[in-house]
């Protein structure tokens, strides 16, 4: 009897340590964190009167000065499009002021000024009587759009850059908004730089917090759709996290064939673009979409030593993107930041004087950036990037002047990386003519872990050994999340065999074996094929899989051999 109280002891020590590791074992493995699609952290930037109406939130009774821009094809006059500029005044003004640069252009005129007279100056100053002064004008355009028209006209159509009026005014009491709203005077969209009234298909699409409007002139033949274009922007502006704010954009897409021969592939103003309809793919990392996309995002650098980055940003950027959201391949990419021609590659970037060609900033512009991306993530173990230099840029105390100059920018880059060698590399691949290596590693050009840019059903912070931007790093025929050996092209997938323990051989089998026994590889977690966050799959036995299991069929064995004892006493 004193034996069946020890065993029962023992017991009563077994089952409660049966139940505290069961506990312990259930606890889930821990997972990659993803990121929100639509989420995205942005700097404050310059307001854009052109691309959203600043008095959404204000009050009914609180004075609004309204700028209302419409533009006209006018059918029965062949060769010119009409821009009418109204705007509705408040009470309390007392005088208002309009300027526009357009009239120094030849191809503009004055059609009308209501309730506007003109100055010596050029600009217009209200009559204090009219209660809506306008000025029209008109736009000479050309059936074929060149760097000498400001619009070009179809059949049906016509495309047209609008108007930027300088506006000044004076007021009692509260102070007046300022708010602008543009449209055609037939179907077709107005953005904040451009028009086109005519448009054969208008599409929205909400990307985050902006406004995506894809127009398409009446012959064009667009080589993406208005969803693939969204998926552009959503995934630039969630990961470009420097760069201009803005609420709408727009997107034009015109026929090659009113496009003459010297005019850009696409070009951007403010906040929308229009690109050609033959260049108007995103396949490939060369596309001219993602280009003037990030053209949205930064604008210009001014006329000083920083000029080349307002093209480079632009085309390094654009070259990330496509990468990152499958649109080319790595080698592509590499193939894209590649510079050959000796023209390019004795430029000095800094020194626009040196440029035998203006596809210097392209060119040789896009490997600097690149080879200082990667530069700035050696020297910082991966903790920054371009990104938080061009950053200085968009922050409110503005530290390093817009980046306008090489003193500046070099500073910022010195800032970021904290590291004042790094002048040293500016100056010599910057601000002197030589020309960097093409970067080898992938992982520098990374927008983020959680995306899976190649497809191959590994997220690309999962592939520490294989190509984020490659599904098949070793180039066997396996996409690397089928192959057991993914940097390894000698030992191919489709040939892994182990031996079970009846002989037979199995093609790829999960088990190995040691002797005649069979065994199972031991548990670990892994991330599964659909990439959501903290799943994970493990390999193991039934019993191994319910908690506590084991550790109590060891108490109930105890029981057991007390109950013999029992019987036996």
């Known amino acids: 009897m004193r034996s069946i109280l020890v065993l029962l002891a023992a017991l009563l020590v077994v089952l409660p340590a049966a139940s505290a590791t069961g506990g312990a074992a259930s606890t889930p493995a821990s997972g990659v964190t993803t990121a929100t699609a639509d989420s995205l952290s942005r700097v404050d930037a310059a307001s854009d009167r052109g691309d959203s109406l600043a008095a959404a939130g204000n009050a009914s009774d609180d004075p609004v000065i ?147 409007t894809v127009v398409v002139a009446p012959t064009a033949r667009p080589e993406a759709t208005a969803d693939a274009y969204a998926a552009l922007y959503r995934v630039g502006l969630r990961e470009l996290d420097a760069g201009f704010e803005y609420d709408a954009s727009g997107l034009f897409v015109l026929p090659t064939a009113s496009v003459s021969d010297d005019v850009a592939l696409g070009t951007s103003t403010r906040y929308s673009f229009w690109v050609q309809d033959e260049y108007s793919s995103v396949a490939g990392v060369e596309n001219t979409p993602a280009h003037e996309f990030v053209h949205t995002r930064m604008g210009s650098f001014g006329a000083g030593s920083s000029r080349w980055l307002t093209e480079a940003t632009a085309e390094y950027y654009g070259h990330v993107l496509a990468t990152n959201t499958g649109a080319g391949s790595w080698s592509e990419f590499r193939d894209a930041v590649t510079v050959e021609r000796e023209a390019f590659r004795d430029a000095t970037l800094a020194d626009a004087s040196t440029w035998r060609d203006e596809l210097v900033p392209y060119e040789k512009g896009a490997l ?90 590994v997220p690309n912070g999962d592939e520490v050994r294989t190509n984020p931007f490659d599904a098949d790093t070793d180039d066997d025929g396996f996409d690397d999340a089928a192959d057991p050996y993914p940097t390894d092209d000698t030992r191919p997938a489709d040939t892994t065999t182990s031996t079970t323990t009846d002989g037979s051989s199995s093609m790829g089998a999960e088990t190995t074996t040691e002797s005649s026994t069979s065994t199972t590889r031991a548990p670990t ?32 064995a105890v029981l057991a051999v007390a109950l013999a004892v029992a019987r036996r006493e």
Do not use: C, K
């Open 66 to 212: 309204v700028e209302r821009i419409t533009v006209n094809r006018t059918p029965d006059r062949a060769g010119s499009v009409r821009v009418d500029v109204a705007y509705d005044l408040p009470e309390n003004v007392v005088s208002f002021t309009v300027e526009s640069t357009r009239l120094q252009r030849d191809a503009v005129s004055l059609a009308a000024a209501t309730g506007f007279d003109r100055r010596s100056d050029g600009s217009f100053a209200w009559d204090e009587r009219t209660a809506a002064p306008t000025l029209s004008f008109t736009y000479d355009v050309a059936e074929t759009y060149s760097r000498t028209v400001l619009g070009v006209e179809g059949d049906d159509w016509a495309f047209v850059s609008l108007p930027n009026p300088y506006v000044s005014w004076r007021y009692r009491g509260t102070a007046p908004t300022f708010e602008t709203e543009r449209r055609t005077a037939g179907t077709g969209h107005a953005s904040g730089s451009y028009a086109l009234d005519g448009a054969d298909s208008t599409t929205s699409r909400t990307v985050g917090d902006v406004n995506l």
């Open 368 to 457: 600097v950036l690149a080879a200082l991306d990667a530069e700035i993530a050696a020297r910082t173990g991966g903790v920054r990037s371009l990104e938080d230099v061009l950053a200085y840029r968009f922050s409110d105390d503005d530290p390093y002047g817009d980046l306008e100059t090489y003193e500046n920018f070099s500073a910022a880059v010195v800032a970021t990386t904290n590291d004042e060698s790094m002048r040293e590399w500016l100056d010599r691949y910057v601000a002197g003519g030589e020309t960097p290596s093409v970067p080898s590693d992938p992982d520098a050009f990374v927008l983020n872990d959680s995306m899976d840019s190649d497809d191959d059903g």
């Open 525 to 556: 977690a892994t991330s599964t094929a659909s990439g959501d966050a903290g799943s994970t799959t493990e390999q193991g036995s039934v019993v191994d899989s319910i908690p506590g299991f084991g550790p109590a069929l060891a108490g109930f």
